[in-house]
């Protein structure tokens, strides 16, 4: 069966890593972390380490998603 609960959610489907892929690809980690403010994106940035604090980080990961869905607005019509 398939699951129909989130039809008006545009991440419904969407991995976390896709989500962090697109957003480097699009912004690069300088502009991403003028963007969201966290250090896993300033320091060092990588996608593991940022994906490990991401999934341990709710409000981090809701900035992160925030933006992601600003971009698909803007980018992916």
């Known amino acids: 069966m398939a699951d129909h609960s989130q039809p008006n959610n545009p991440l419904h489907g969407i991995k976390l890593a896709t989500i962090l892929d697109d957003l480097v690809d699009f912004y690069g980690w300088d502009s991403l972390s003028d963007k969201v403010n966290i250090n896993c994106f300033k320091s060092n940035p990588t996608i593991k ?29």
């Open 49 to 77: 380490s940022s994906l490990k604090f991401l999934r341990k980080t709710q409000w981090a990961r809701d900035k992160v998603e925030d933006l992601y869905v600003q971009y698909l607005k803007k980018h992916k019509r």
